[in-house]
């Protein structure tokens, strides 16, 4: 009974244990946001025109016809020696593969081409045009959950002095929006709040939000902040806590939604800074090369049906209120409880209303952070293929424009193109073992005692794969030649094709690891085994010993079996198998290595894997590890 007691008052002695912090607030302006039904649409009353329906309707015709085009011949291969059991599954495998490679290349493609100088788009989103004089009021969130304090507030005090030298200070507030638990890190968190409000100087609109309960996580974080104070400001910028964005961004931003009243979001394409390891390099690099022509293609295709990326965008707040409250969801996990990837959920809930919802690829100075290891970014996905699961049955939702569904089935099938993979790797283990399942019982090769399955139909499937992934990095290479000072700044030709040489080693090494990660989290969802959602890792130097094998034993033992099976076919599966086996056979010390600080700094020194945000830093990325090193006055 006393234990239940305790219990029962628990909440209720930490509330008033945190009101003291909650003397630093503006005057609250509630705003209705109500839960969506999801089973009845709402009457849009803004239906933009958009010609993105066209596009992407081409890109699937196209990739269909990829496809088709390319199983004709792996059919062919196949039949040879008449259908076996086993065979069909092997075709359909490889179909919805080479289907997600093809859309992916067709869209990288687009994006080269949409990414060319010559093609205009609204001077509110270009960094060339002038910055644009503010009417409106614009409250930038900051949710926070359990982080490491120090750079959370460094980055945001960066961001807070790129806003007032942008000419924006009377026009932006900044919101804390603190869910923390752990007693000390939320001591830390108001220390530090207050230590910057003295920075900032009087007048500083910097205000520090604490909830007790983490309910909803994320998204009840900004639906709360909403419900008390939305109805005082006309746009929201929500950040990540490994968020930095240019204070002319922001009022880039901010001029956009106003002089476009029927959009309700606009999302950037932040690039990756700040990493070390060798593998968070290898990230970064990839992100700043490659990055831009995939976001200039979804762009393209997406139209005024893009989508939310959950940070580093600016939306409409009343749009939001109205339209984006999300329901909590029928039944146990994975696909019951509150939605936990509510980003695509929440841009397809405004769309649905009528407001646009759009990509600005050519803004630059918006920009992240990303997980320093491999296990920190399985941890991470872990996570996010759980709530990518969850959108499954939120896709036939009522309303929402086709497009946006399609958003939501393309991030849950990032998410079973991993299983596809090792189906396709259990069927090439299987075949040597048991031959009968490959072919018909007329099959000549196997009464002659010849093993019948083709890895000619593997070997071409992954050699298109390969090149569908390839032939991107190579278009964006091409593009980074053709512009002189970006050049300069990667290192030149030279050094730009060896950190790509480098980065495409490292990612095919990483994606076996990648892909067993990504079933096991599939496998545990649908057991409804729920992943949590916890603090993400982001300053991390990597695992030692211990942890890699605890981490990655299954993956050695796994490489070491798919190795012995290859040896019975050295000619065949052992080809195109040699990357599978090779980065699952050496995940430890890929993992050992790939987390090393000193690797990272090793390339770096060598000019591989070297960013232009590195040999020439923005003065917020500047500001923000400044402050991070010991917060000197400004």
Not at 10 to 29: S, T, Y
Not at 439 to 456: K, N, P, T, Y
Not at 544 to 549: F, G, N
Request: hydrophobic content about 50%; proline content about 7%.
């Amino acid at each position: 009974m006393f234990a239940q007691a305790r219990t029962s008052h628990a909440p209720e002695r930490r509330r008033r244990w945190i009101a003291e912090f909650f003397d630093d607030l503006p005057a609250e302006a509630p705003l209705h946001m109500p839960d969506q039904c999801l089973r009845t649409a709402p009457d849009a009353a803004l239906r933009p025109a958009s010609d993105a329906s066209l596009r992407l309707g081409g890109l699937i015709l196209a990739t269909a016809i990829l496809t088709g085009a390319a199983l004709i011949p792996v059919y062919q291969l196949l039949a040879r020696d008449d259908i076996g059991p086993l065979d069909p599954v092997i075709l359909a495998t490889v179909g919805l593969l080479f289907a997600w490679s093809a859309f992916s290349f067709l869209s990288a493609l687009a994006g080269f081409f949409a990414a060319a100088p010559s093609r205009a788009s609204p001077p509110e989103l270009d960094d060339g045009a002038p910055l644009p004089w503010l009417s409106s009021r614009t409250a930038v969130l900051l949710p926070i959950y359990n982080e490491t304090p120090q750079p959370v507030f460094s980055r945001l005090h960066a961001i807070c002095e790129s806003v007032a030298a942008a000419g924006g200070a009377g026009r932006f507030d900044f919101f804390v929006l603190s869910d923390t638990t752990n007693r000390g890190i939320l001591a830390t968190e108001y220390g530090l709040f207050q230590r910057l409000r003295l920075r900032l100087g009087a007048g500083a609109r910097v205000f520090y939000r604490h909830r007790p309960e983490n309910l909803g996580r994320k998204a009840g974080n900004i639906a709360e902040w909403v419900r008390r104070f939305g109805g005082a400001y006309d746009f929201m910028a929500v950040l990540d806590a490994d968020s930095l964005i240019e204070g002319e961004t922001l009022v880039r931003l901010a001029g956009a939604m106003e002089r476009g009243p029927d959009i309700g979001l606009i999302q950037t394409a932040p690039s990756i800074v700040n990493r070390h390891t060798l593998f968070s390099r290898a990230e970064q690099f990839s992100s700043r090369l490659y990055g831009p022509l995939l976001a200039h293609g979804i762009a393209w295709w997406s139209g005024s049906e893009g989508n939310y990326w959950g940070h580093n965008a600016v939306i409409r707040v009343r749009a939001f209120a109205a339209h984006a409250g999300l329901p909590r969801l029928r039944g146990p996990q994975p696909f019951g409880g509150h939605v936990l990837s509510h980003d695509f959920v929440e841009a397809a809930l405004i769309r649905r209303a009528g407001w646009r919802v759009v990509l600005a690829p050519r803004l630059g100075g918006s920009y992240e952070e990303s997980p320093p290891t491999l296990g920190g970014l399985m941890a991470r996905d872990r996570r996010w293929s759980q709530g990518n699961l969850q959108h499954l049955p939120l896709t036939f939702a009522r309303g929402l424009h086709w497009i946006s569904r399609f958003h939501l089935i393309r991030g849950i099938s990032a998410y079973l193109v991993a299983p596809l993979w090792l189906l396709l790797v259990a069927a090439a283990v299987a075949l040597p073992l048991h031959p009968e399942w490959g072919a018909g019982a007329g099959a000549s090769r196997l009464a002659a005692g010849v093993r019948i399955f083709d890895q000619e139909a593997m070997g071409v499937a992954f050699s298109v794969a390969i090149g569908f992934l390839l032939v991107p990095k190579l278009l964006a290479f091409a593009r980074m030649l053709g512009a002189p000072e970006e050049r300069r700044l990667f290192g030149g030709a030279r050094r730009a094709a060896l950190s790509i040489a480098v980065e495409t080693l490292v990612s095919t090494l990483v994606a076996p690891l990648i892909m067993v990660s990504h079933t096991r989290s599939l496998a545990e969802a649908l057991a409804g085994r729920d992943a949590g959602w916890a603090a993400q890792a982001r300053d991390s130097t990597g695992p030692d010993l211990k942890q890699s094998v605890r981490l990655h034993a299954f993956d050695t033992a796994l490489g070491c079996g798919l190795f012995w099976v290859a040896l019975a076919d050295p000619g065949g599966a052992m080809v195109w198998m040699t990357p599978v086996i090779a980065g699952l056979t050496l995940a430890i010390p890929l993992a050992l290595g790939s987390a090393s600080a000193r690797l990272g700094q090793a390339a770096r020194r060598l000019g591989i894997l070297v960013t232009p945000e590195e040999r020439r830093p923005p003065q917020i990325l500047v500001r923000a590890n400044a402050h991070r090193a010991g917060w000197p006055t400004a």
